[in-house]
């Protein structure tokens, strides 16, 4: 499964090719449009639970929640990261998903890596390493 967020902010997700159809080709469909307040750098579904999608850019991070019927996007979750009191050279790396958890991601960045469960709180971390 791969996706992500075109220069158009328009929300992409590609279904394996195995399930795609006999052609063995991955279907690819937009899934919504959004417009964050941030320009977006990439973006990645929740592999365990697809209704989850986290769309970061060098300081912000928000998580879209997608409706499996229709691929409308119903909300949007920014995640509190703080970067700003770091001052500017800190920036996201990487957020990834914890496998089989539906709302616990970590960010990454080059001083630190945070993980936050978001059905507690989208503020404090818990774990900053």
């Given amino acids: 499964m ?10 992409y ?3 394996d090719p195995k399930k795609a159809g006999s052609s063995g080709q991955a279907a690819v469909t937009a899934v919504d449009t959004f417009k964050p307040s941030f320009v977006p750098v990439s973006a990645a579904f929740n592999p365990a639970f697809q209704s989850y999608c986290a769309v970061w850019g060098k300081n912000d991070l928000s998580v879209l929640t997608v ?7 119903k909300s949007d979750l920014t995640v509190n990261l703080m970067l ?6 800190l ?10 958890a539906r709302t616990i991601l970590g ?7 945070r993980v936050y469960d978001l059905a507690k709180d989208n ?7």
């Fill in 84 to 89: 700003a009191a770091f001052g500017e050279h």
């Fill in 91 to 100: 920036t996201i790396l990487d957020v990834e998903w914890i496998p089989g």
């Fill in 13 to 15: 997700q590609a279904k």
């Fill in 2 to 11: 791969t996706q992500g967020a075109s220069e158009k902010n328009q929300l």
């Fill in 67 to 73: 409706c499996p019927k229709d691929g409308k996007v």
């Fill in 123 to 129: 503020f404090s971390p818990l774990y900053n390493v």
């Fill in 107 to 113: 960010v990454g960045t080059k001083t630190f890596v």
